[in-house]
C-alpha cells in the first residue's frame, strides 16, 4: 500500500489543486488530503472541506480548524507542531507528500516521506487560490463547479406584460456568455387559462421554475439571467385570482432584480390579460412591493430598448466586479 499526503487551506479549491490530487492518486494507492482552516478565513473552512470531499471522493478528505502557526516565524516550534497535526491524521506511513509549493520538501522530511512538487511554476492551470479570491469571475475558468456555485450571480427579469422581459434576458446571456432560464409560467398558462386557475398551480409554477434554474445553473457562467421568477409568479397569484394581497415569499430570491417599466406598447399575442395601461400600472406596482418585502436587491429599468439594453448590462457589470471576499 502505498500512501500520499496533500495539505492546504485550499481557499478556495481551483482546478490547480485539483491537478495535483488527480496526479497523486494516479502515483499512490490511497490519498489523504488534509483540509486546514482558522476561525478568520475570509471562506469558511466547513464550506471547503464539503468542496474537497465532494470533489474527490476517491480520496481520504479530512478537516483540521485548531489555531496553530501558519509560518515558522510564528513560533520556534513550528515543524514540530505541523508534525504532530500531520501524524494525527494519518498514522500510517506516508510514502508521498505532494503539493506545488516550496515547503513541501521540508515537511516530506519531517514526516519521514518522499516530497514530489507538482508543477510549481503554474504551468498546467496557471491560477493561485489569492488570484481567485481577489477576482472570482476574471479567474472562472480556473473555478470547479461546485465552488463556482458558492460565485455564481443569479439575474432576474421581472414585470408586467410587453415590457420586454423575454427579449432582453436572451440579449443579456448572450451578452455576458451564459445562459438564459425561460419562464416556465407562460407554456404553463397556455393549458390552465382553459381550464381556471387555484392557488396551487402557482406553488406548481415557482416550484417548476426554481428546479429549471437550479437544472440550467451549472451551464452557465458568472451570472445566471432568469426570465421572471417565484417573486414575479407571487404577483400573478394576486392578479389572476383577484387576491387583495400578496401572497408571502418563502423562494430563495436572487441576487439582483431588474423591474422593466410599463412604458412601452402593449402587444396583444393572444395570451396576454393586461390589455390596460391601468392594470399593467397595478401589476409593476405590485412588482416593487414585494421586491422591497423580500429585501431583494433590484433595479428599476426604463426608456427605449437601447436604454433597457444599457441599464441592465451596467447593473450586471457592477453586481460581477468583486468587492471583497465572500465567507
Known amino acids: 500500500m502505498k500512501r500520499g499526503f496533500y495539505l492546504g487551506k485550499y481557499m478556495p479549491p481551483h482546478r490547480g489543486h485539483l491537478f495535483v490530487c488527480e496526479t497523486a492518486m494516479q502515483l499512490v494507492d490511497e490519498l489523504t488530503v488534509l483540509v486546514c482552516a482558522l476561525p478568520d478565513d475570509p471562506i469558511a473552512g466547513p464550506l471547503r472541506f464539503a468542496w474537497m470531499k465532494e470533489m474527490l471522493p476517491r480520496a481520504r478528505v479530512l478537516y ?6 501558519q509560518t515558522p516565524a ?18 500510517e506511513p506516508i510514502d508521498e507528500v505532494f ?52 460565485y455564481q ?19 443579456l446571456a448572450k451578452t ?37 434554474s437550479l437544472a440550467t445553473a451549472p451551464h452557465a457562467g458568472p451570472v445566471l439571467i432568469e426570465d421572471t421568477d417565484p417573486l414575479q409568479t407571487r404577483v400573478w397569484q394576486k392578479h389572476l385570482l383577484d387576491l387583495t394581497e400578496l401572497t408571502p415569499n418563502t423562494a430563495q430570491t436572487a441576487d439582483l432584480y431588474l423591474l422593466l417599466a410599463p412604458d412601452t406598447p402593449w402587444i396583444n399575442d393572444g395570451t396576454r390579460y393586461q390589455e390596460t395601461t391601468a392594470k399593467r400600472m397595478g401589476f409593476h406596482t405590485d412588482c416593487l412591493s414585494i421586491l422591497r418585502q423580500s429585501g431583494v436587491g433590484f433595479c428599476e429599468i426604463s426608456g427605449d430598448w437601447q436604454s433597457r439594453q444599457t441599464a441592465a448590462k451596467a447593473a450586471i457589470t457592477d453586481l460581477l466586479t468583486f468587492k471583497g471576499p465572500q465567507t
Open 64 to 69: 483540521h480548524d485548531a489555531v496553530v502557526p
Open 74 to 91: 510564528e513560533h520556534p516550534d513550528f515543524w514540530r507542531i505541523w508534525t504532530d497535526i500531520c501524524k494525527t491524521a494519518h498514522p
Open 99 to 150: 503539493g506545488s509549493e516550496p515547503y513541501i520538501a521540508k515537511l516530506a522530511t519531517v514526516l519521514d516521506a518522499r516530497p514530489n512538487i507538482i508543477d510549481p511554476e503554474r504551468i498546467a492551470f496557471p491560477t493561485s487560490a489569492t488570484a481567485i479570491r481577489s477576482d472570482p469571475y476574471g479567474n472562472w475558468p480556473m473555478i470547479p463547479a461546485p465552488v463556482q456555485r458558492h
Open 153 to 171: 450571480k443569479r439575474v432576474v427579469l421581472m414585470g408586467a406584460e410587453s415590457t420586454g422581459k423575454t427579449t432582453l434576458a436572451q440579449a
Open 176 to 212: 455576458f456568455a451564459t445562459r438564459c432560464v425561460p419562464e416556465y409560467g407562460r407554456n404553463y398558462d397556455a393549458v390552465q387559462r382553459h381550464i381556471g386557475w387555484q392557488s396551487d398551480d402557482f406553488d406548481r409554477i415557482a416550484t417548476t421554475h426554481r428546479a429549471t
